[in-house]
T-cell receptor, first 111, second 118 residues
């Protein structure tokens, strides 16, 4: 079945270092979404990418959607302790109502 | 009002109990979801209601029974659960079930109901 692979599973960085997480799908996605879940919290929507090759920025966060709409990345520049949490990508396929979640990347930031 | 409200926040139940989880949204969203999340895992889809009709059941055991009384409410009835059913149960909603337009299938999650089955 359709899957979205996400790496790495864990990332530990010093505050101020950059961070990147990658997602890859076996099939073309209609859109990809990114969510952040803080420890003890619930997933919160960050962004949606829909166009081939799309790049969007939110302050220190840069999101990319690949040309083939099969891969995506989230890059955080100069991490801060407030960036701690698990980042999930979720791809939309052809089935209504179903988003395919990656396994998430748990980011730890040391001060 | 841009949030999804779930009650209770915490629930402890025995294997013979019957309980219900409740979810409410007032964003006019027409798709509502139940997800199950275990520690350090992604949310796992259980059920999708689209325009108040059950559209997806991910082969969930019958001890979980969803109900959508109206477009704003979603319940999950629990009966004869097993200890391995202990998890965070997340309700979510979206404008529509599919990617009919940008933003339509973006999920707004509730804070979750943390369930412990003894």
């Amino acid at each position: 079945g359709q899957q979205v692979m996400q790496i790495p599973q864990y990332q530990h960085v010093q505050e101020g270092e950059d961070f990147t997480t990658y997602c890859n799908s076996s099939t073309t996605l209609s859109n990809i979404q990114w969510y952040k879940q803080r420890p003890g919290g619930h997933p919160v929507f960050l962004i949606q990418l829909v166009k081939s090759g799309e790049v969007k920025k939110q302050k220190r966060l840069t999101f990319q959607f690949g040309e083939a709409k099969k891969n995506s990345s989230l890059h955080i520049t100069a991490t801060q302790t407030t960036d701690v949490g698990t980042y999930f990508c979720a791809g939309g396929g052809s089935t209504l109502g179903r988003l395919y979640f990656g396994r998430g990347t748990q980011l730890t930031v040391w001060p | 009002d841009t949030e999804v409200t779930q009650t209770p926040k915490h629930l402890v139940m025995g294997m013979t109990n019957k309980k219900s989880l409740k979810c409410e949204q007032h964003m006019g969203h027409r798709a509502m979801y139940w997800y199950k999340q275990k520690a350090k895992k992604p949310p796992e889809l259980m059920f999708v209601y689209s325009y108040e009709k059950l559209s997806i059941n991910e082969s969930v055991p019958s001890r979980f029974s969803p109900e959508c009384p109206n477009s704003s409410l979603l319940n999950l009835h629990l009966h004869a659960l097993q200890p391995e059913d202990s998890a965070l149960y997340l309700c979510a909603s979206s404008q529509a079930p599919g990617f009919s337009r940008p933003g339509a299938n973006v999920l707004t999650f509730g804070a979750g109901s943390r369930l412990t089955v003894l």
